[in-house]
């Protein structure tokens, strides 16, 4: 099972992009606002292998909460992998948001899923809400990509849950709007919990 990616970005298109990991290109499928987080420049992705009779296909994401929706999302009858990546273009808070309130409306704006699916996808995730909130910023202007999912995964294997984790990297980015790396909004956040 491929986990996780880190390399350079060869190319990238509308659905998919190449990165070069130890020498080997990987084709991984992304939606258009991965895309637009990863031109030019190395990544790290986390990636799902969804395995068929006829093929084998790499999804990739920014952070894990995205990886762990898009699962929820693909054992949802009528929703397949390339849906459930489409669904993510709405990023995970917003779509957790969106169930939570009882959105179809919004949640059909996604091309391919229509108020019938939308309704679908609320009733399977509603219990599962909360439990997810946790793997995404829930409010809208927190960052997304690399650096503050990477940053959460580090303060959890430090011993912290998810909410105080996500708490702390909020309160480093207000003092510290773009750290220079995940290891400066790591020891920023480290800091805010010292105050």
Not at 33 to 61: C, M, P, Y
């Amino acid at each position: 099972m491929i986990a996780l990616i880190e390399g350079e970005v060869v190319s990238v298109g509308e659905k998919e992009a190449v990165v070069l990991c130890a020498g080997v290109g990987y084709r991984v499928l992304i939606n258009l606002r991965t895309g637009s987080n990863i031109k030019g420049r190395s990544v790290r992705l986390h990636t799902a292998l969804v395995v068929r009779e006829d093929s084998q296909e790499l999804f990739g994401f920014l952070t894990e909460g995205e990886r762990e929706m898009f699962r929820r999302l693909i054992r949802i009858s009528g929703i397949g992998p390339r849906a459930a990546l489409s669904l993510l273009e709405l990023e995970p808070s917003r779509l957790l948001r969106a169930v939570a309130a009882e959105d179809v409306k919004t949640i059909s704006t996604i091309q391919g899923i229509g108020p019938k699916t939308a309704r679908r996808i609320v009733s399977e995730l509603k219990d599962a809400a909360e439990q997810l909130g946790g793997f995404a910023p829930v409010s809208e202007d927190a960052p997304a990509g690399d650096n503050f999912g990477d940053a959460l995964s580090a303060l959890e294997g430090l011993g912290f849950n998810r909410s105080e984790a996500h708490k702390l990297i909020e309160a480093a980015l207000k003092a510290v709007p773009e750290p220079e790396s995940v290891e400066e909004l790591i020891k920023l956040a480290l800091k805010r919990k010292g105050s």
